[in-house]
């Protein structure tokens, strides 16, 4: 089946999607250890997700997470706050809490387009539309969450002496989710200019052509 690569690829991203939704949300294992940005300290280790912030001790080890509300900002976090680079950007984490979900919404219409029409080459053109404008979602959200946590990590670092930050498994689980869907999308179009969406329009022409005689 030449679809099977697209099918892979935007289940792929869809999974990734939903785990960077989820990440961080409770001081669980694997959930805590899902976040975008993680700024460490000599004292505390803070790890931000979508949701809220997770606080741990300077080893990083997490002892508690925030109760989740949408489109968490930095400036909320306690010990950090007092840093006034930091706020002003509400809009801009609403805008990336949004748009992530609608990717991951436009990404789960892929496979139910497919998977509802029987793989025939209409389905897999809305797919590959569908994975497309998923992928420009991604991408644009994406960018700005790097623009949130590299500036963040930038303005803690510069606010308190000894403070580092690196990005969290959770972009890199975004970077792999935009790429799935850009691979998704291209290869939605080949299987509608190549896929069996042909064959079996030809099949089912054939077969009432036999049945007629």
Not at 137 to 154: A, E, K, P, W
Not at 162 to 170: I, Q, R, V, W
Request: aromatic share 14%; glycine share 10%.
């Amino acid at each position: 089946m030449v679809a099977f690569p697209a099918i892979f690829l935007t289940f792929a991203a869809l999974v990734l999607e939903i785990f960077s939704l989820i990440g961080n949300t409770y001081n669980k294992p694997f959930l805590r250890d899902l976040y975008f940005a993680r700024i460490s300290t000599s004292g505390a280790t803070y790890d931000f997700g979508l949701w809220n912030y997770c606080v741990g001790d300077g080893s990083g080890t997490i002892t508690q997470c925030s109760k989740p509300v949408a489109a968490f900002p930095w400036s909320q976090a306690s010990g950090l706050n007092n840093i006034d680079g930091l706020s002003g950007h509400d809009k801009l984490f609403m805008a990336v809490f949004v748009m992530y979900f609608i990717a991951t919404v436009l990404t789960f219409l892929s496979l139910a387009i497919t998977f509802l029409s029987g793989y025939s080459r209409g389905s897999d053109l809305c797919a590959s539309f569908s994975t497309f404008l998923a992928f420009v979602v991604m991408l644009v959200t994406l960018i700005m969450s790097l623009v949130i946590d590299l500036q963040g990590i930038h303005q803690v670092s510069s606010a308190i002496s000894g403070a580092s930050g690196h990005l969290g498994p959770a972009t890199w689980m975004t970077v792999g989710a935009t790429a799935a869907l850009l691979l998704a999308s291209g290869w939605w179009l080949l299987a509608c200019c190549c896929g069996s969406g042909r064959v079996n329009a030809y099949d089912k022409e054939a077969a009432g052509y036999r049945r007629r005689w």
